[in-house]
């Protein structure tokens, strides 16, 4: 699985986009790219998943670049609810259950 | 659906005691998985299983029991408490569909061990 990595903290206003990067750069062209978060102490959350293409759903819109060697998660009007650790994961789909959560990115979002 | 439970919420122990955390999905999936989580750190995974009757081991197994003997229940294991194992512990599954990539995780059992 690709070694990921993450920006351990991140600010983000209220309101505003929030832009959550990822360098995944042994990512091979098989692996998928995950981001799920966890608030406060609970598990963690499914956000959204790719593989080449851009993706969008109801949370979140997922970019990835065309070398696929790196991601960014943007969450398009970041509320408090938002405020959460982020973890971005490579892995193939048939073992990412084998993979390994790193610590994140702890998005903080300011009124 | 419940989706994925977990018993007890919290757990206080003593070293050498041994107990069993309890994990039961009732959305059918083949997956399943244990993690744990230490304070300011992600998750890292310990046993997981594909099916009822298949298990294997994760990054930290040692000190752990898993058995899958059902789809539905995924039981994790102590069997000598120490203090090394105080962590949140987390259980996920997921469906082995084709199109299945999302884990669900289940709120979680804080322990302590003493």
């Known amino acids: 699985d690709a070694k990921t990595t993450q920006p351990p903290s991140m600010d983000c206003a209220e309101g505003r986009a929030a832009n959550l990067p990822c360098n995944h750069s042994?990512?091979?062209?098989?692996?998928?790219v995950y981001w799920y978060r966890q608030i406060h102490s609970q598990g963690p959350q499914y956000i959204i998943h790719g593989l080449k293409n851009n993706e969008t759903n109801e949370m979140a819109s997922l970019i990835i670049t065309e070398d696929r060697k790196s991601s960014t998660l943007i969450l398009p009007h970041a509320t408090l609810r938002d405020t959460a650790v982020y973890y971005c994961?490579?892995?193939?789909?048939?073992?990412?259950?084998?993979?390994?959560f790193g610590p994140g990115t702890s998005l903080s979002v300011i009124p | 659906n419940a989706g994925v439970t977990q018993t007890p919420k919290f757990q206080v122990l003593k070293t050498g005691q041994s107990m069993t955390l309890q994990c039961a999905q009732d959305m059918n999936h083949e997956y399943m998985s244990w993690y744990r989580q230490d304070p300011g750190m992600g998750l890292r995974l310990i046993h997981y299983s594909v099916g009822a009757g298949i298990t294997d081991q994760g990054e930290v197994p040692n000190g752990y029991n898993v058995s899958r003997s059902t789809t539905e229940d995924f039981p994790l294991r102590l069997l000598s408490a120490a203090p090394s194992q105080t962590s949140v512990y987390f259980c996920?599954?997921?469906?082995?569909?084709?199109?299945?990539?999302?884990?669900?995780f289940g709120p979680g059992t804080r322990l302590t061990v003493t």
């Open positions: 042994t990512i091979s062209g098989n692996e998928y």
């Open positions: 996920a599954s997921r469906n082995g569909g084709q199109g299945a990539h999302e884990q669900y």
């Open positions: 994961i490579g892995s193939m789909k048939t073992s990412y259950d084998k993979v390994i």
